[in-house]
């Protein structure tokens, strides 16, 4: 296992769009090992990779929900109803923003033996599996926000009514 150094935004791998995954390598399964490692380290509920420096379409996503994912090649099936809530990212740290997201989503993807599967999504484990996959595309959630990011720190400091 390994952390690997997470790229913050104005990093020119957070605007790529990445490339498939062909073959399922030892290497590849290091990287996802280690994109869990360190989602789970920065206390992130998902990490795509380019979000390490790897151009390949791969997420992880847990919303400690019990059921830990690993998005290979995924593409959306479906999605349904809406939902809006604050947002965040481990590449744009110590911020948040509203964003307004299907409620529902089912994808396809591959598994760790590279046969397919489809997994569902609903409330949060949704809105990670959007913004892990718009990670792919080289998109971050500030593009889809209702607003301009604001510092998370300024949240802590409102006085109580
Ligand atoms: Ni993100």
Do not use: W
Request: aromatic fraction near 4%; charge should be negative; charged fraction near 30%.
């Amino acid at each position: 296992m390994a952390i690997r150094k997470i790229r913050v935004i104005g990093d020119p791998c957070l605007n790529k769009v990445c490339k498939p995954v062909v073959k399922m390598t030892q290497n590849m399964k290091d990287l996802i090992e280690d994109m869990f490692d360190t989602m789970y380290e920065a206390k992130g509920v998902g990490l795509a990779a380019p979000q390490v420096g790897i151009l390949r379409r791969i997420c992880v996503v847990d919303v400690m929900d019990g059921e830990p994912v690993v998005l290979i090649n995924p593409e959306l099936v479906e999605t349904s109803g809406e939902q809006t809530e604050d947002e965040g990212c481990l590449s744009v740290p110590g911020k948040v923003a509203e964003v307004t997201r299907p409620d529902y989503v089912l994808v396809r993807s591959l598994d760790m033996d590279m046969n397919p599967v489809t997994y569902e999504g609903q409330g949060l484990r949704a809105r990670a599996i959007l913004h892990e996959m718009d990670h792919l595309e080289g998109v971050l959630y500030g593009e889809r926000a209702n607003e301009p990011y604001r510092d998370l720190e300024d949240e802590d400091l409102e006085e109580e009514e």
